[in-house]
């Protein structure tokens, strides 16, 4: 889909080769770094809201609201944005 910018518990925004068409639904899998999990796969789901083309040719922002999403997953991206981001 493409590549992680910017992330909180509600959404999310990418940097993605494509547009994403909006009002999408979408089982996302994020890898998460050996320090926060592991390096296991938080899995939830998320709707595309918008997209916009980048400065960067050929390159798309994306932005997502999570949807459905499961506490444990919740603690893990708060660890995320906490210790890396």
Request: aromatic share 8%.
């Given at each position: 889909?493409?590549?992680l910018?910017?992330?909180?518990?509600?959404?999310?925004?990418?940097?993605?080769?494509?547009?994403?068409?909006?009002?999408?639904?979408?089982?996302?899998?994020?890898?998460?770094?050996?320090?926060?999990?592991?390096?296991?796969?938080?899995?939830?789901?998320?709707?595309?809201?918008?997209?916009?083309?980048?400065?960067?040719?050929g390159?798309?922002?994306?932005?997502?609201q999570?949807?459905?999403?499961?506490?444990?997953?919740?603690?893990?991206?708060?660890?995320?944005i906490?210790?890396?981001?």
């Amino acid at each position: 889909m493409g590549h992680l910018v910017d992330i909180s518990v509600e959404g999310m925004m990418l940097l993605s080769p494509e547009p994403i068409k909006m009002n999408r639904v979408f089982q996302v899998g994020l890898e998460l770094p050996e320090e926060i999990a592991g390096g296991q796969t938080a899995v939830f789901g998320a709707e595309s809201l918008w997209h916009e083309l980048s400065n960067d040719p050929g390159k798309y922002w994306v932005g997502f609201q999570i949807i459905d999403i499961s506490a444990e997953t919740i603690e893990k991206i708060r660890r995320l944005i906490d210790e890396c981001l």
